[in-house]
């Protein structure tokens, strides 16, 4: 029984580590998702900025042609003669001509990953319950096992 319990207590270890370290530890599962989360969110945000790059160079190449000096100068408050000019606010209207910075975007905090000695102590918490759960059951067996001879 005592050669059983320090084979028991490694072996659970042993295993227990690398599976919480696989899990939750840095390169893990969870550290995994997170990096490919953020990654889809940095995707998204250069599709937006190549999007108003393009707009941007569309708008320069046509600011030659009449049609889009008098469409700026209408859009600044500019009027031909004899116009009657008529201004809508729109309050629920969002300012798409404001380029918008990386710290407007709000990016979530990533999971780095736990640090090693917590998961070597969750594994060591773990393995050591188990031995001595192990351990109390072959006790309790061994005094069953007397008393029914």
């Not at 998204?44 to 941007?56: A, F, I, K, M, R």
């Not at 046509?62 to 209408?74: E, N, T």
Request: aromatic letters at 12%.
């Amino acid at each position: 029984m005592t050669r059983k319990i320090p084979l028991i207590f490694a072996l659970s270890l042993g295993i227990s580590f690398p599976l919480l370290l696989s899990f939750a530890g840095k390169g893990g599962f969870l550290h995994n998702r997170s990096l490919s989360a953020e990654i889809e969110q940095l995707r998204y945000e250069q599709e937006v900025l190549t999007l108003q790059v393009q707009s941007l160079s569309d708008q320069k190449q046509q600011m030659g042609s009449s049609d889009a000096l008098r469409d700026a100068a209408f859009k600044y408050g500019y009027q031909s003669d004899g116009e009657k000019v008529y201004y809508f606010v729109d309050a629920e209207e969002d300012d798409s001509d404001q380029i918008r910075t990386q710290a407007q975007y709000g990016h979530t905090p990533q999971f780095k990953g736990l640090p090693t000695l917590l998961i070597f102590s969750v594994s060591l918490a773990f393995s050591s319950l188990g031995t001595l759960c192990y351990a109390l059951l072959e006790k309790r067996w061994r005094r069953q096992y007397e008393l029914d001879e």
